[in-house]
Each structure stands twice: as structure tokens, then as C-alpha cells.
């Protein structure tokens, strides 16, 4: 029996809109009214650029391990962690030797992510 139309899986759904934020970092992203999913995967040793954006940010590392670098901290996160960054805090992440799955939750949405592209959007 075929899935509903809103029902996604996280290991492969090309409905999301693809972007891809630096090298060996891909996501798809899904967008709602109020809140934006994306499913960030990064190749090993990959590294997100500093950045910042006026949204709300959790990340849960679902898969491999990370240094995430946030506010000029740097923190060791393995799967299962999840972190709150508010918006405007500079903020990005080197990826361990395995790489990594990261769900990111934006609210609200971010504009800049509505469309297929490349970069964070900065």
C-alpha cells in the first residue's frame, strides 16, 4: 500500500528541495508554514563555513560524529546529541572521519531555502 503524500523518510525522499551548502554537504529540504526541516548529509571531514541567519536553529546529529562550533565554542557531538542555536549566533561544524546525518529544524522557514541552489545562504 503506497505511503500518504505526507508521510517522508528521512533515508531517501526526493520530494525535498536539494541543496547543496559547501562541499560534501548535501540537504533536502522540506518546508511547512511556520517550520523547515532539512536533512543535512556530510562526507567525511567535510567542513560547514561559519555562518548566521536570524532563524532559530536545532540540529540532531542522527548519524556519525561532529565538532559543532558555535558562538566561538567548539563541542565534540556523536549521534543522538541535538543542539539550540538562536538566531544570529555564528555557528557551523567539522565532520568526523565517518561523516554525518544532521536534521536541521528551522522556525520560521528560511526564505533563502525555499529553492533548489547551493551555499548556506548567507
Known amino acids: 500500500m503506497p505511503k500518504a503524500d505526507w508521510v517522508f523518510n528521512l533515508a531517501n525522499d526526493a520530494r525535498g528541495i536539494a541543496r547543496t551548502l559547501g ?30 541567519h536570524p532563524n532559530e536553529q536545532w540540529g540532531v546529529l542522527l548519524e556519525g ?12 557531538v556523536s ?7 538562536p538566531g544570529g549566533v555564528p555557528h557551523g561544524i567539522r565532520v568526523g572521519g565517518e561523516g554525518c546525518v ?3 529544524i528551522f522556525s520560521p522557514p528560511r526564505d533563502e531555502y525555499r529553492k533548489a541552489g547551493s551555499g ?3
Do not use: C, K, Y
Open 23 to 52: 562541499e560534501g554537504i548535501e540537504t533536502r529540504i522540506f518546508v511547512g508554514d511556520h517550520v523547515m526541516l532539512s536533512v543535512v548529509r556530510m562526507a567525511p571531514n567535510a567542513v560547514g563555513q561559519i555562518h548566521s
Open 79 to 85: 549521534a543522538g546529541e541535538f543542539w539550540h542555536t
Open 65 to 76: 560524529s561532529a565538532t559543532r562550533i558555535q558562538g566561538g565554542e567548539e563541542v565534540a
Open 102 to 104: 544532521v536534521l536541521d
Open 120 to 122: 548556506f545562504g548567507v
